[in-house]
């Protein structure tokens, strides 16, 4: 529980980044997420090395084809950051729209596997952050890491070791986003706080 409780996103990151055995753990653990159907929808592509500069120089065409009008200082951040990262983790999913199970549970089951590899991760002594934005919804990039139509992508997975001590997260009393039902609609303490 305290490694669960401890921990928290980070794109500090420095070398070194999981060598293949504890990537392959790592991603072993993304596998366990719920799947209802068994559809296997997770799919896992490795940047690292000099390909990073080329995925750097992909993301940011695709930022400039989903927002013309970025501000030069935000794709030089992109680039920048996309080229350093010790190791990025693209998100793919392997999509069945024609299968009974809905497209939503397909892709709640990658989010449910993204998020065990950044458990994993700090529970081997690494970091993590997951990256989306517009991007993930253009199939042109999409397409260069493999995943064209229906497939698609959930973001990246920025991997390395913390800079620093990754101080201890502030999170929310828990009390405040559950409620005991009673055959009544519940009111949630979270949503007391924050009526306008």
Same mark, same amino acid.
């Given at each position: ?32 997420? =719920?799947? $209802? ?9 490795? /940047?690292?090395?000099? +390909?990073?500069? #080329? !995925? ?40 069945? =729209?024609? $299968? ?9 089951? /990658?989010?449910?596997? +993204?998020?065990? #590899? !950044? ?78």
């Amino acid at each position: 529980m305290d490694v669960l409780l401890s921990r928290a996103s980070t794109d500090r990151l420095q070398d070194p980044a999981p060598d293949r055995a504890q990537l392959e753990q790592i991603l072993a653990t993304a596998l366990r997420a =719920p799947d $209802h159907g068994r559809l296997q929808p997770w799919r896992y592509v490795i /940047v690292q090395g000099e +390909a990073r500069s #080329i !995925l750097a120089e992909n993301v940011v065409a695709s930022t400039l084809r989903v927002a013309p009008q970025t501000p030069q200082f935000n794709l030089d951040k992109r680039r920048q950051r996309m080229a350093t990262m010790p190791m990025t983790i693209v998100l793919g999913m392997h999509l069945h =729209p024609e $299968h009974k199970i809905p497209l939503w549970e397909q892709e709640m089951s /990658v989010a449910a596997g +993204a998020m065990n #590899i !950044l458990n994993a991760l700090h529970a081997l002594g690494f970091g993590g952050i997951w990256v989306s934005g517009p991007i993930t919804q253009d199939p042109v990039l999409a397409a260069q890491f493999g995943f064209e139509a229906p497939h698609r992508l959930a973001g990246f997975v920025f991997v390395g070791t913390p800079d620093n001590p990754l101080p201890a997260p502030t999170r929310p009393d828990p009390a405040g986003f559950m409620a005991v039902w009673d055959g009544t609609p519940p009111v949630f303490g979270q949503d007391r706080n924050h009526a306008p």
